[in-house]
C-alpha cells in the first residue's frame, strides 16, 4: 500500500497523524527558553515518533545561533502568520502618531514664528515660551515613537527570515538610517528663558529645517496603502525580490494618477520654499533691526513670487535673498524645480503617445491617403505613356521638348507610386491593431481548418489503401493454396 504523502509547500496546520508534525503540533507557538520546557519537549516526541511511522521527507534540525540544535518558534507557520499581522497593526499605530505628532510640531512652530514677525510677540513673552515647549515636548514624543518603529522593524525583519537573534537583524545601513532619521526628527526651535533667546540665525535655520519631517507622510502612505495591506500583493512582491516602500508607491502612484500627483508636488514645494525664505529673510531682518522693506523676500507676495521664478529656473533678479538660510533655500528649490519639470516632461510624452485604438484610426486614415496617391501616380504613368506613344511620329524642336517634358513627369509620377507603395508597406509592418490580430487569427484559422480537411482525405486514401492491400494479399493467399493443390 502506496502511503499518501503531503505537499511540504502547503502544509496542514491543526491536522493530527501529519508527516509535517514541525508546522502541525499546536505546542510549536510555545517559548523554548526554559530548559525543563525543552527537556519535556523532547520526551514527549520520543514517546510519539514510537507510535507514529517515520516520515518520508525528513527535515534537518534547526541550528540556534548559540550552538547546538533544538525547535524554533518559527517552525509554526501559522505563529508566524499571527505575528506578521501583529506587527503590521503596530507599526500603523506608529505611523498614525508618529504623523500626527509630527504635524503638530510643526503646526505650533509656524503659529509662534508668524506671531514672532509680526511682532504680536517677543522671544521673552510666556506665550513664545509655551509654544516653544509644546513643539519640545512633541519632538520627545516624536523620537520615542521613531525608535519604537525601528524596534517593530527589527521584529518584522526577524519573522520575515524567521532570525532568533535581534542582532542578525540590525546591519549597519539600518543603523544609519536610524541614527540620520533620529537626527532629522530632533530639530527643532529650541526652548528659550524669559530673558535670553538664541541667535536669529539659528533660529531661523532651526525653524526651517523642521520641514523635514514630513517625510513621514511618505511613511504614512506606505503602511495605508493596498499594496502593503494585501497580502497577496506582499506575496507577489517578496517573490519577485520587490520592496514596497515608498519609492516603488510613489512609482505607482504617478503610473495611475500623474497629473494629480505632479500638481500636489509642485504646490507643497512652492509653499515650503516661499515660507522658507521668507522666514530666513525676516529673521535676519528683524535681528540687524531694520525694516522688512529693505529685505523685499522678507514679505509673503515677493518670498512666493521669487520661490515661483526660481522653480521655473527664468530668475528675473527683481528679488534676491540676502541670507545664508534664504540662498541655500533658494538652490533648493531651483534644484527640485528641474527635478519637477523632468517629470513634468515625461508625463506629457505619455499623455501625447497615442492609445492603440486612436493609432488604429491614424494608420487607417494614412492607408486610405496613400491607395489616393498611388492610384493618382498609376493613372498619371498611363496617361504619360499614351502622349508618349501619340508623339512618336512627330518630330521637330517643339516635339522634342514636349516629349522631354513628358518624359520627366512620367518618370515623376513612377517615384511617386512606388513611395507610396513603399510608405503602404512600412505603415503594415509598423501597426498592429485589433483588426489585423483578428485578420491574421482568422487566416490561421483557415489556413488550419484547410491542412484538417487535407488530412482527413489523406487518412481516407491511406484506408483505402490497405484495404486493397489487403485484398490482394488475401487474393494472393488464394492463388498460393490453390498452386500447392494442384502440384500435390
Excluded at 500638481?263 to 515650503?272: G, K, N
Excluded at 527640485?336 to 492609445?355: D, I, N, P, Y
Amino acid at each position: 500500500m502506496v502511503k499518501k504523502k503531503e505537499d511540504p509547500a502547503i502544509p496542514l496546520v491543526g491536522e493530527h497523524n501529519s508527516h509535517f508534525r514541525r508546522y502541525t503540533d499546536p505546542r510549536r507557538d510555545l517559548a523554548f527558553d526554559n530548559e525543563a520546557c525543552q527537556n519535556d519537549w523532547r520526551a514527549q516526541q520520543e514517546v510519539e515518533e514510537d507510535k507514529v511511522p517515520p516520515p518520508i521527507v525528513t527535515s534537518q534540525p534547526r541550528l540556534s545561533v548559540l550552538g547546538g540544535s533544538r525547535p524554533s518558534r518559527w517552525d509554526n507557520i501559522s505563529y508566524r502568520l499571527l505575528r506578521r499581522k501583529q506587527l503590521l497593526w503596530r507599526w500603523r499605530l506608529l505611523v498614525d502618531l508618529a504623523v500626527a505628532v509630527a504635524g503638530l510640531g510643526v503646526v505650533v512652530m509656524l503659529a509662534e514664528t508668524e506671531l514672532y514677525i509680526q511682532g504680536i510677540v517677543s522671544k521673552a513673552d510666556p506665550v513664545s515660551w509655551f509654544l516653544r515647549m509644546v513643539v519640545s515636548l512633541s519632538t520627545v514624543v516624536l523620537l520615542l515613537t521613531v525608535v519604537a518603529y525601528n524596534v517593530t522593524s527589527v521584529q518584522m525583519t526577524m519573522v520575515n527570515n524567521s532570525l532568533d537573534d535581534w542582532r542578525l537583524a540590525v546591519t549597519p545601513p539600518f543603523v544609519c538610517n536610524v541614527a540620520l532619521e533620529l537626527a532629522v526628527c530632533s530639530v527643532h526651535p529650541l526652548p528659550v528663558s524669559l530673558h535670553s533667546g538664541p541667535q536669529p540665525k539659528l533660529e531661523s535655520v532651526l525653524s526651517v529645517l523642521m520641514f523635514l519631517r514630513l517625510y513621514l507622510l511618505a511613511r504614512f502612505l506606505v503602511v495605508h496603502s493596498r499594496y502593503l495591506t494585501d497580502t497577496a500583493t506582499r506575496s507577489l512582491g517578496a517573490l519577485n525580490k520587490v520592496r514596497i516602500d515608498a519609492l516603488f508607491v510613489f512609482k505607482a502612484l504617478m503610473s495611475e494618477w500623474p497629473g494629480s500627483m505632479l500638481l500636489i508636488s509642485m504646490v507643497a514645494i512652492f509653499l515650503l520654499s516661499g515660507w522658507s525664505v521668507r522666514t530666513c529673510e525676516a529673521y535676519v531682518a528683524l535681528a540687524e533691526h531694520r525694516a522688512l522693506n529693505e529685505t523685499p523676500a522678507g514679505y509673503i507676495p515677493e518670498a512666493f513670487w521669487f520661490s515661483a521664478i526660481t522653480f521655473l529656473t527664468v530668475g528675473y533678479g527683481d528679488v534676491v535673498p540676502r541670507s545664508e538660510c534664504g540662498r541655500v533655500a533658494a538652490v533648493a528649490t531651483g534644484l527640485l524645480g528641474v527635478g519637477v519639470t523632468a517629470l513634468l516632461v515625461a508625463v506629457l510624452a505619455t499623455k501625447l503617445q497615442q492609445s492603440r485604438a486612436e493609432k488604429y484610426v491614424h494608420t487607417f486614415i494614412s492607408r486610405i491617403d496613400l491607395d489616393k496617391r498611388q492610384k493618382h501616380a498609376a493613372a498619371d504613368v498611363i496617361k504619360n505613356v499614351i502622349k508618349l506613344w501619340r508623339m512618336r511620329g512627330v518630330s521637330g524642336l517643339r516635339a522634342d521638348r514636349m516629349r522631354v517634358r513628358v518624359h520627366g513627369k512620367l518618370l515623376q509620377a513612377i517615384r511617386n507610386m512606388r513611395e507610396a507603395k513603399t510608405a503602404k508597406v512600412n505603415i503594415g509592418e509598423a501597426a498592429v491593431g485589433v483588426i489585423e490580430v483578428n485578420s491574421g487569427v482568422t487566416a490561421l484559422a483557415r489556413t488550419t481548418e484547410l491542412l484538417m480537411v487535407q488530412l482527413d482525405a489523406v487518412r481516407e486514401k491511406t484506408d483505402e489503401m490497405e484495404n486493397h492491400l489487403f485484398a490482394m494479399d488475401s487474393k494472393l493467399d488464394t492463388i498460393v493454396t490453390a498452386m500447392r493443390q494442384r502440384s500435390t
